[in-house]
């Protein structure tokens, strides 16, 4: 069985903080990585993927993968009441990534005022 | 660039009646993927098509569980005879065959609820 996990939270972070939010996977020959964003009663909002080993910015949003520890974090820059939400981890398939995503059970995050 | 559509957007039936949802894609999207989502848990893969063709469904839930895409644009997940573990989140999501990485996007999805 295939998992991706994330811890459920909450994770409270003050306003303007540096919110990080991290996600492990089992299947080491997983091609790409990807973050979305879940408001309550909403679907999922893609903000990010990763394919390759280290770092990858967009605005306040990176990316870090490491492949060797099967890890990969999204680290959210000057926090805002607007990034309150769940975030899902997900992992495309080793044979080409043209099969579902596997998602982990998501980080429920709250910036405070 | 009028994103992936879901219809209908609530749908609350009696168990054991049968379910039709709809999804039309991002337009020059080929790929189209069904999920369903519960209460506090991660959207979990059920089948996908590349254009009008069906290439995994081992992932559906049981044989009450059916998805067509007959002429390779909207799609359509049929659930048949109704249960109350149905209940949930069903989204579809769509991505472009060019995109190396497969990133997907998601509709609104259909919220079914069985009483």
């Known amino acids: 069985q295939k998992e991706v996990e994330q811890n459920s939270g909450p994770l409270s972070v003050p306003e303007g903080a540096i919110a990080s939010l991290n996600c492990t996977y089992s299947?080491?020959?997983?091609?790409?990585f990807f973050w979305y964003r879940q408001y309550s009663g909403k679907s999922p909002e893609l903000i990010m993927f990763i394919y390759s080993n280290g770092d990858k910015e967009d605005g306040r949003f990176t990316a870090q993968l490491n492949k060797a520890s099967q890890y990969v974090s999204l680290l959210i820059r000057d926090s805002q009441p607007s990034d309150s939400a769940t975030y899902l981890c997900a992992v495309s398939p080793p044979r080409g990534g043209a099969d579902g995503l596997t998602f982990g059970k998501g980080t429920h995050l709250i910036i405070q005022p | 660039d009028t994103g992936v559509s879901q219809d209908p957007r609530h749908k609350i039936t009696k168990r054991g009646q049968n379910v039709t949802f709809r999804c039309d894609p991002i337009?020059?999207?080929?790929?189209l993927y069904w999920y369903r989502q519960t209460l506090g848990q991660g959207p979990e893969f059920l089948t996908y098509f590349q254009n009008e063709a069906q290439l995994e469904k081992s992932r559906l839930l049981s044989d009450r569980f059916s998805a067509e895409r007959p002429k390779g644009s909207f799609s359509t997940l049929e659930i048949q005879r109704t249960e109350q573990g149905d209940s949930a989140m069903y989204l579809c999501a769509s991505s472009e065959k060019t995109r190396t990485y497969n990133e997907q996007f998601f509709g609104p999805g259909t919220r079914l609820t069985v009483l």
């Open positions: 299947d080491r020959g997983s091609q790409s």
């Open positions: 337009s020059e999207h080929n790929r």
